[in-house]
């Protein structure tokens, strides 16, 4: 991993309207302002309230931030095929891409973190927490946002009956994420899943 220090990180959250990609943008970039860093969040999104294209964007730094638009991904986390094929082209040559390991079923990349973010949302019973889920794997990768700063934005901005839930789903992420660390290779997901 590049030395952080008066660096620019990149990360881009991509799927479709209804699968909270902009909250977890939010919450990131307000997570990294808990932190102490420079941070500026977009986000686009179709006319469709859900289903239609959905991204947000943060970029990270230790000293003010020049320009307001992602340049280079270092962090690419898609939950979508459709949001992969369209975003991979934005990724570094050695950024991450994080894939949702049941919605993504084709993805050739040198670094790939194959995640069951919906299954790990289900399993802490909150389907909806996938987000949350996607946030923990995030955090796995960069760790200049704490947990604990993502947590106290989790228990700021969600309703506090789903708090729990999708702090579950975030560590429980966060954990299967550390397991892969140090093992992504180059994977052609649609061939691991013929075989």
């Not at 050739?108 to 794997?137: H, K, Y």
């Not at 892969?180 to 013929?194: F, P």
């Amino acid at each position: 991993m590049k030395n952080m220090q008066n660096s620019r990180y990149e990360i881009r959250i991509a799927g479709t309207g209804g699968q909270g990609v902009i909250l977890a943008g939010i919450m990131l970039a307000e997570a990294a302002i808990l932190s102490g860093k420079y941070v500026v969040q977009s986000q686009t999104y179709g006319a469709a309230v859900r289903g239609g294209k959905s991204v947000s964007e943060v970029i990270i730094s230790d000293v003010e931030i020049d320009y307001p638009h992602a340049l280079e991904l270092d962090i690419l986390v898609v939950l979508t095929q459709k949001a992969c094929d369209q975003n991979l082209p934005d990724l570094k040559e050695e950024g991450i891409l994080i894939v949702d390991s049941q919605l993504v079923r084709r993805a050739i990349w040198s670094r790939v973190a194959n995640i069951p973010l919906q299954q790990i949302a289900s399993d802490a019973g909150e389907t909806r927490a996938f987000n949350m889920a996607a946030l923990g794997a995030i955090a796995s990768f960069y760790p200049e946002v704490s947990r604990d700063s993502l947590a106290k934005i989790m228990e700021n901005r969600l309703p506090p009956a789903k708090v729990k839930a999708n702090i579950l789903a975030f560590d429980e992420a966060i954990k299967f994420t550390q397991s892969l660390k140090g093992k992504l290779k180059y994977t052609d997901i649609e061939e691991e899943l013929e075989t």
